[in-house]
């Protein structure tokens, strides 16, 4: 199959891109020369997006702006780029014949909802959103757009929050990894089994590391992280008294990926484990620990 990956120069859209390269005639589209990137150029530019979409099966849509560029653009171009050109992109595709549309949308979107008060949050497909941003909301309408695509010309669409996922101290981005916390080449591998499920209809799912912990953890994830990392996870209370580190007394959320995992087939692998071993590798997806 043709794959079409939008945002393909951005971290996430170059691990879709190279991932998907292996079964896959790949193409990739964004504002910035990369070698992941086929076409330059603007996603709310239609004749360079049907450009692109010659010839393509799938499309996986990437491409958006985020959380830190809240400050730097506008409401009006959020909509532009994260809403409008979104739903462009699928009915262009739909013009061409594509088979299937997955979109990269985030858990951010959850806001407020995420984290309730006294206790942590417990985040699945059923949580009501509460955004807190332009960005929240800017994805929440795109999800929205593609739904009644879906429904209205019969497109297969994936739409796959995922989680935090970018370079930053170890011993949070460690911890995270148990709770609100995914590895990019784990993002690429559930858009590649999103693909080859290709499931009918209107399908959202949270992508996010694997967690020892469940619903009814919630209380003592709030007021007793420590005692209950050490009880369910001895492993990382381990490594942390190895490295003279702290485990949190509290954490705030989970992101609950098991109906990824159940429906998608799709496991995460990236777990604490392999940020200690970026760290120790100097492998910059990891920042060292601040000294304090």
């Not at 919630?218 to 990392?229: C, G, I, P, Q, R």
């Amino acid at each position: 199959m043709k794959v079409l990956v939008t945002g393909s120069a951005g971290r996430v859209g170059r691990a879709i891109y190279i991932k998907l390269m292996h079964s896959h005639h790949v193409v990739g589209l964004d504002k910035t020369p990369c070698s992941t990137t086929d076409f330059v150029g603007d996603i709310r530019d239609k004749a360079l997006v049907r450009q692109a979409l010659n010839g393509v099966d799938v499309i996986v849509h990437t491409a958006a702006l985020h959380a830190p560029h809240v400050s730097l653009h506008s409401k009006q171009t959020f909509n532009e780029i994260n809403v409008d050109a979104t739903e462009q992109l699928a009915l262009l595709g739909i013009e061409v014949g594509i088979k299937q549309f997955i979109f990269t949308s985030t858990t951010a979107l959850y806001g407020h909802a995420s984290t309730p008060n006294d206790i942590a949050g417990w985040v699945n497909e059923q949580t009501n959103p509460e955004p807190k941003t332009i960005y929240h909301q800017s994805k929440i309408l795109a999800e929205s757009k593609l739904h009644a695509i879906s429904k209205s010309h019969n497109l297969p669409v994936t739409v796959l929050q995922m989680s935090r996922c970018f370079p930053e101290p170890a011993d949070l981005m460690a911890v995270y990894r148990l709770t609100r916390g995914i590895d990019a080449r784990d993002v690429a591998l559930a858009h590649k089994c999103a693909i080859e499920k290709c499931l009918r209809g209107f399908n959202r799912f949270i992508i996010s590391g694997a967690t020892p912990f469940c619903p009814s953890d919630t209380d003592k994830l709030y007021n007793s992280a420590e005692e209950l990392l050490t009880r369910k996870c001895p492993s990382i209370a381990a490594a942390f008294e190895e490295r003279s580190w702290a485990l949190p007394k509290s954490l705030d959320r989970v992101y609950d990926s098991s109906a990824a995992q159940t429906q998608l087939e799709w496991r995460p692998k990236y777990g604490f484990e392999d940020v200690l071993n970026l760290l120790d590798n100097d492998i910059a997806e990891v920042l060292p620990v601040t000294k304090k």
